[in-house]
């Protein structure tokens, strides 16, 4: 939560018709996330840039766990021993100052290359994209479980495939009247808010958050990206959540308001070279691109990308693609492509 003082206000207020409007400083971290056993959780980043350098301080009941260093290092005191810990950050902004809570979670996450595709669906009966496929992606201890977000008419972000559920346009409609939908398993069309907080219950699977491209206007698409990140900084889910997106210019959206987020580029044309320039996280291209690029995957690894595939569902091109040292394996049968990385592991 940020906060303004009543100062601040005051003082915007008098000045507002004089200064240019200063830009509001927000406060991210480099890493949300610390490996069982150790204390390092990365580095305070405040941006935009104060000149001079910004003075960032641990404030509230946690402060006593941690250590901050002069290069803005943030470091537990010892282990933390519960699934995450709440860690509160302030900086000083002229008079006022902004402050803001951060979840960093023990990295417990499953690191078996298994997404499943819209969760878990295909063979347990949940619907594609329900918050129950999510949960059965976590109980079949998949690495990620993927899912795909749209804005309603007001601004509300829901959880589906399609620009449409049933011809209702997501876009075009309410979020009073979506929200209303049941999807075939009985659940409510989930919203975002919804989804994340049933995901952030473990610390096993991340969250995929695949943000689709507006089909109205490339503006939207814009608000859309703005509206997830500030809906996972709110939820302090940063820890848990990956994005991929079709649209190149959504991706750098989220990384200009998350700079460290892990992104990845959908659509299969950029070469690793060009996502390495940009500060991708890796690239997530549907196996055809890979099968006609083999060499893209070893040229991303030497770039330090991440190699996902989508959607992968023959015994076949799972095969090709383990040998290949892929990072990640999007699929419908994320039961099939468990089991061969369990042989894997035990050849
Ligand atoms: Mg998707």
Not at 34 to 57: C, L, N, R
Not at 213 to 223: E, V
Not at 339 to 344: S, T
């Amino acid at each position: 939560m940020r906060i303004v003082t009543p100062f601040t206000l005051l003082f915007c207020f008098f000045i507002g018709f004089h200064a240019p409007a200063m830009a509001q400083q927000q406060i991210t971290l480099t890493k949300y996330t610390v490996k069982p056993g150790a204390t390092e959780a990365g580095q305070v980043v405040v941006s935009p840039a104060a000149k001079g350098k910004a003075k960032v301080k641990l404030v509230g009941a946690s402060a006593h766990l941690f250590t901050l260093g002069k290069d803005h290092t943030l470091k537990a005191k010892k282990a933390i021993s519960e699934p995450w810990v709440d860690v509160v950050l302030a900086v000083g902004q002229g008079p006022s100052t902004v402050q803001d809570t951060f979840r960093l979670v023990k990295d417990e996450f499953i690191t078996n290359r298994v997404i499943a595709h819209r969760g878990a669906f295909k063979n347990t009966g949940a619907t594609e994209n329900s918050i129950g496929a999510l949960q059965h992606a976590i109980k079949l201890g998949c690495a990620g479980s993927e899912f795909d977000v749209h804005m309603s008419a007001d601004s509300v972000l829901f959880v589906h495939h399609d620009h449409d559920v049933d011809g209702i346009h997501i876009e075009k409609t309410p979020a009073a009247e979506l929200i209303k939908l049941k999807l075939p398993n009985g659940e409510n069309l989930p919203t975002l808010e919804a989804y994340l907080q049933a995901g952030l219950q473990q610390n096993k699977t991340k969250l995929i958050l695949e943000i689709k491209p507006s089909s109205l206007s490339k503006a939207r698409g814009q608000a859309l990206a703005r509206k997830v990140v500030e809906l996972v900084q709110k939820h302090k889910a940063q820890g848990w959540v990956d994005y991929i997106s079709f649209d190149y210019d959504i991706l750098k959206k989220v990384q200009e308001l998350e700079p460290y987020a892990k992104v990845a580029y959908l659509n299969g044309e950029k070469a690793p070279a060009e996502l390495a320039k940009d500060k991708m996280y890796g690239f997530d291209y549907h196996q055809s691109v890979l099968q006609k690029n083999p060499h893209w995957i070893e040229e991303a690894h030497r770039l330090g990308l991440t190699v996902n595939a989508w959607t992968v569902n023959s015994p076949d091109m799972m095969d090709w693609l383990l040998e290949r040292k892929a990072d990640f394996i999007t699929t419908n049968e994320p039961e099939l492509l468990l089991e061969k990385v369990r042989k894997l592991a035990t050849e």
